[in-house]
């Protein structure tokens, strides 16, 4: 009876072995799947590809024994091809199937190596008959704990003893544009129109043009400040005022999928146009860095947050509609009040950015900045732009 039992034990494994091997499928990947794999320890799968394609990232998507549901881990590269190892979480009893994607820089399938219906599988056992499997170049995994991680869970990496850095593939040149409106919180002022001997204006905060679309001086010289009524020459409470709305070109380069330095330049609307008042042409240019939070931010779709420092020159200034009085003119004249600052600028902004497609984004932030120069400048408030990665 026991031989009669061996012999049946013998033929399921036979037939089991030989099932594998006729099932196998095939694809644009060259694949050797392991001969078996003992329970609870990472299984390792490798691929290579000889083709003309260039897929931007390869996956494997795998199902536990008795599951239906296939999660996706990214492939590293490793030697001349990609591999990584399925979770040992995953490696239960049974039969582990899988299969490989190849994808293209906006994540679309290119490449294939089997499919949902159509796996690759490998045995699971309690005891292996041959060597375990491996990578190419690397040790056999250990044992590791319980539990199958995420689809979108960080990969242990540890049995192949590689860098945790990631490697798969994201655009490093990024360009844009934005648009932003500038507020900030003017300061106090009296008789802000009025000139010292000098001939600038007696309160280094604030200077006044014209109410014309010219927007020249006023007063024009120290004679015309004369005329002005001392206590009505301008006034000024300081509050909340609307300030410039930028429109800037944006350059970044990314250093990893996290960090992206780059510069910003661009026009300046509602800039000051008088000659008292120190003044920089109506541009805007910047140097900044930043920071996306997230795991490899850069070749994901959907919301990540980030933080971003930046620094440089532009004009900023506010102006407001103020009256002020002059001897034998009745009634009162309305000019406008400027309060100028910079050129020299820092700014610390965040935001989020949403990802369309690893190549295509678009980012709303709040900004708070600081200018000097002229005078201080308190500026804050949003900024919307759109970016595409080359």
């Known amino acids: 009876m026991s ?24 694809g644009d990947f060259e694949h050797t799947p392991a001969p078996e794999q003992k329970k609870d320890i990472p299984l390792p799968v490798f691929v290579e590809y000889r083709g003309s394609a260039h897929p931007a990232s390869v996956v494997v998507r795998y199902a536990m024994p008795g599951s239906s549901s296939f999660r996706r881990l990214p492939l590293r590269r490793v030697g001349s091809g990609w591999g990584n190892v399925i979770p040992c979480g995953a490696v239960k009893l049974g039969t582990v199937r899988y299969y490989f994607q190849g994808l293209d820089g906006e994540g679309l399938p290119i490449l294939d190596g089997g499919d949902k219906r159509h796996p690759y599988t490998v045995v699971v056992k309690d005891h292996l008959d ?72 007696t309160d280094p905060n604030w200077t006044c043009t014209s109410n014309t679309p010219e927007g020249i001086d006023f007063p024009v010289d120290n004679n015309e400040s004369g005329t002005l009524v001392q206590g009505k020459a301008g006034s000024v409470n300081s509050g909340l005022e609307p300030a410039n709305v930028r429109v800037k070109l944006t350059f970044d380069y990314a250093i990893t999928q996290n960090l992206m330095v780059g510069i910003a330049f661009g026009f300046v609307a509602g800039a000051y146009q008088g000659g008292i008042a120190p003044r920089f042409p109506p541009i805007h240019i910047e140097a900044r860095a930043t920071w996306i939070f997230g795991a490899e931010p850069l070749s994901q779709v959907g919301f990540a947050p980030f933080v971003q420092l930046a620094g440089g020159v532009a004009e900023y200034d506010a102006n407001l509609a103020i009256t002020v009085t002059q001897n034998n003119i009745a009634g009162s004249r309305p000019v406008q009040a400027w309060h100028v600052g910079g050129p020299g600028f820092v700014a610390l902004g965040g935001g989020v950015r ?26 804050f408030g949003p900024e919307l732009g759109l970016q595409a990665g080359l």
């Open 3 to 26: 031989r009669v039992l061996a012999v049946i034990a013998f033929v399921l494994v036979a037939s089991t072995a030989r099932s594998q091997t006729v099932e196998q499928p095939s």
């Open 130 to 201: 041959g060597p375990p499997p491996h990578l190419p170049g690397r040790r056999a995994p250990t044992m590791c704990g319980e539990g199958v991680e995420d689809e979108d869970a960080p990969v242990d990496t540890r049995p192949m003893n590689t860098p945790s850095s990631s490697t798969k593939a994201y655009a490093r040149f990024w360009v844009g544009v934005s648009g932003s409106i500038d507020f900030t919180v003017v300061p106090n002022g009296n008789d802000v129109c009025s000139r010292a001997s000098g001939g600038g204006p």
């Open 354 to 379: 949403f990802a369309f497609s690893p190549r295509v984004a678009m980012f709303l932030s709040a900004r708070a900045t600081a200018a000097f120069g002229a005078s201080f400048f308190p500026a």
